[in-house]
Antibody
């Protein structure tokens, strides 16, 4: 079955760029679906960051758009997140997930499955 | 910006029915999705397209929609259902509700 695994530094300094990668196994990214990033600050709710299609087409949360870049590497079957100019408010568990838009017919779809998540702390 | 509103908490006794609501102005024209999240774990999809249940999700989980409110219903609640539940939908972008903590008394 499809599995996703996040990886990247667990500690990032303020004003620097957070970089994470999501490795996908059990499914070829090139075959379809969108692939998304979602985060969850400690003790708080979920926030969608953005999503990417295998062609490279992206869409982002308007509140984060100026700082977010999501890219895809189909040769490695993985996609990545970069979040620039981070502050303590960006401390969160970051999840990657497959996003099923085509079957939803509403243009947005749902996230399933999810990776286990990785905690990123922003601190000097 | 668009918001989905959920009650912070819902409490039920084992065997009873739990209903968790999610309200949003765009829900009449956008699907809603529901996720279950247990402590220290990633969210799991339990309902998609308002009322569809993914394979592997127990039949006691169901979803419904009426106007600007969607409802996740858990019939015959079990202790293992204690978790946070999030609704998700969209307007001009993907949005999650604030989450509801389900406590099984």
């Amino acid at each position: 079955q499809v599995q996703l695994q996040e990886s990247g530094p667990g500690l990032v300094k303020p004003s620097e760029t957070l970089s994470l990668t999501c490795a996908v196994s059990g499914y070829s990214i090139s075959s379809g679906y969108y692939w998304g990033w979602i985060r969850q600050p400690p003790g708080k709710g979920l926030e969608w960051i953005g999503s990417i299609y295998h062609s490279g087409s992206t869409y982002y949360n308007p509140s984060l758009k100026s700082r977010v870049t999501i890219s895809v590497d189909t040769s490695k079957n993985q996609f990545s997140l970069k979040l620039s100019s981070v502050t303590a408010a960006d401390t969160a568990v970051y999840y990657c997930a497959r996003q099923d838009i085509a079957a939803a017919s509403d243009g947005w779809g749902w996230f399933d499955p999810w990776g286990q998540g990785t905690l990123v702390t922003v601190s000097s | 910006s668009y918001e989905l509103t959920q009650p912070p908490s819902v409490s039920v006794s084992p065997g009873q029915t739990a209903r968790i609501t999610c309200s949003g102005d765009a829900l009449p024209k956008q699907y809603a999705y529901w996720y279950q999240q247990k402590p220290g774990q990633a969210p799991v999809l339990v309902i998609y397209k308002d009322s569809e249940r993914p394979s592997g999700i127990p039949e006691r989980f169901s979803g419904s929609s009426s106007g600007t409110t969607v409802t996740l219903t858990i019939s015959g609640v079990q202790a293992e259902d204690e978790a946070d539940y999030y609704c998700q939908s969209a307007d001009s972008s993907v949005v999650f509700g604030g989450g509801t903590k389900l406590t099984v008394l």
